[in-house]
């Protein structure tokens, strides 16, 4: 290269190796793998340290359970506006200014809540975090499947869900460590400012670099090639964007609301049925309130130590997960096999508390179980398979619109949570809950094709009836047949 090439500018910027870097192993690859796994720390950390502070407002501030419901509520409310800003945002200024405008405001949320001396704190507090992990799921999401390749694409996406459950267990860490010191709850939510903090200074590395989909979607096929080099190499970047051909501009959400086309709208059905279920299942529930689940049974610091165990091993399943099973084993299997572990272990979480009310063991073992399994297939998977069978024209704003049905499913059973507990006792939720993940399994079964080696491009042939796959690729999918 000659001092005057713009590949060699850019690589003496970004410090990437064009023409040399093998997919995935890149100084800007691995920048974007870091970014990934920041944002899905600052998220994780939020969502599990409210379980811990949940049981501690109540005595603080003299809650009440409906209050309670409110302030833990009111996020996946918030979520369904951020969701839609994110993937707008994304589609206008790029996935980087979009991440920035995340981490902000999961910082103002984490310190408005710290401060917090009135229910209305807490709820604005809990209003500008919604805004970020709305926006955050959708945008991160987005970026990581655009520039991963497609032969890593489920590794990389799902180190989204990792870190997420990774966060999860360091707030139900820290509610362990610091319960019962002065302000302890104000502890536990100020440090959720740490990660992003973190998140956004690292952004500010030129070696984080733009989405060349994005770059194509904006029409600069010759920015959207530089950085694709930097990303995978020169040879291989020529190649993909052989592949992708020449991109479409971001569509408006009409087309995504009423997609043109039964491909567009069979991928675009399956990746919101598969967001749902992610929410449907139970996870978020059991999340957010294992602390009231196991409290009738539990010390308060018991409680959180198994909120903790749980966790951990919530990440060494996903480990394995994300780094052997998604990308060797396939998306489908995995959705089938967690979906039916929930299945029986919701049952028998619903048996427990209806029957033997004093075991706390079976319901412990149920609830690991269910953590587990879930864990192991949907949790991972769900990230992966909704990002990569939508097309890049309709991504961002796609997931986001996934991300507002199953905020706004969220919503809703976060704050009947207490009052069903109440009414009805917990093994009627627990039941609701094994009967969606049968309906969830049935959904897999006849609606999700397996998309394992399928390059984003070729997406289509999954789904459009007019169109056969063809023998090729990495798994009998590279090209498709009229």
Not at 149 to 175: C, Q, W
Not at 270 to 293: D, F, K, P, Q, R
Not at 368 to 388: C, H, I, K, Q, T
Not at 416 to 423: N, R
Request: charged content about 15%.
């Amino acid at each position: 290269m000659t001092s005057g090439d713009p590949d060699a500018k850019l690589v003496a910027t970004h410090g990437g190796k064009v023409g040399s870097a093998s997919a995935g192993s890149s100084v800007p690859a691995w920048c974007a793998r870091v970014v990934t796994c920041a944002t899905g720390l600052a998220e994780g950390y939020d969502i599990g340290s409210i379980s811990g502070v949940a049981v501690l407002l109540r005595q603080e501030m003299g809650l009440t359970k409906q209050q309670v419901g409110l302030v833990i509520g009111v996020m996946n409310y918030a979520m369904i506006v951020g969701a839609p800003l994110g993937g707008w945002y994304a589609d206008a200024a790029g996935r980087k200014k979009a991440l920035g405008a995340t981490y902000v405001f999961l910082i103002a949320g984490s310190m408005i809540m710290t401060f917090a001396t009135r229910l209305e704190h807490l709820l604005l507090g809990r209003v500008a975090l919604g805004l970020a992990i709305g926006a955050g799921f959708s945008v991160v999401t987005a970026y990581i499947t655009e520039v991963s390749p497609k032969s890593h694409r489920g590794t990389m996406v799902g180190l989204e869900d990792l870190f997420l459950v990774m966060g999860i267990s360091l707030g139900y860490a820290f509610n362990y460590l610091l319960a019962g010191i002065s302000n302890d709850w104000r502890w536990m939510v100020g440090i959720g400012a740490i990660p992003p903090a973190l998140a956004l200074a690292l952004l500010l590395f030129p070696q984080v670099l733009e989405s060349p989909r994005w770059h194509m979607l904006q029409g600069d096929r010759a920015e959207a090639e530089r950085t694709l080099a930097l990303l995978v190499g020169q040879e291989e970047a020529v190649k993909m964007l052989d592949e992708w051909g020449q991109a479409a501009p971001p569509c408006s959400w009409g087309e995504v609301i009423f997609p043109r086309g039964a491909w567009r709208q069979r991928s675009i059905l399956a990746a919101i049925s598969v967001t749902l279920m992610g929410i449907l299942c139970g996870i978020t529930t059991t999340t957010v309130y294992m602390g009231t689940i196991l409290a009738g049974d539990l010390e308060r610091s018991q409680v959180f130590l198994m909120s903790t165990l749980i966790g951990c091993l919530r990440v060494l399943i996903l480990l394995f997960a994300v780094f052997v099973l998604i990308d060797s084993w396939g998306r489908k299997p995995l959705m089938i096999v967690s979906l039916s572990g929930m299945t029986f272990f919701m049952s028998l979480m619903s048996y427990a508390y209806l029957v033997e009310a004093s075991a706390m063991p079976m319901k412990f073992s149920a609830l690991l179980g269910f953590n587990l399994v879930y864990s192991a297939g949907l949790g991972p998977v769900s990230f992966v398979y909704a990002a990569e069978i939508v097309p890049t024209e309709l991504r961002s704003k796609a997931l986001s619109l996934g991300t507002m049905l199953a905020r706004l499913t969220s919503g809703s059973m976060m704050m009947a949570f207490p009052l069903i507990e109440e009414q009805c006792g917990l093994h009627c939720i627990f039941t609701f809950f094994a009967m969606t993940n049968v309906i969830g399994l049935f959904v897999v079964l006849r609606f999700a094709p397996e998309t394992r080696g399928t390059s984003l491009e070729e997406m289509h042939c999954l789904f459009d009836p007019a169109v056969v796959p063809a023998p090729g690729g990495e798994t009998g999918r590279g090209q498709c047949w009229a």
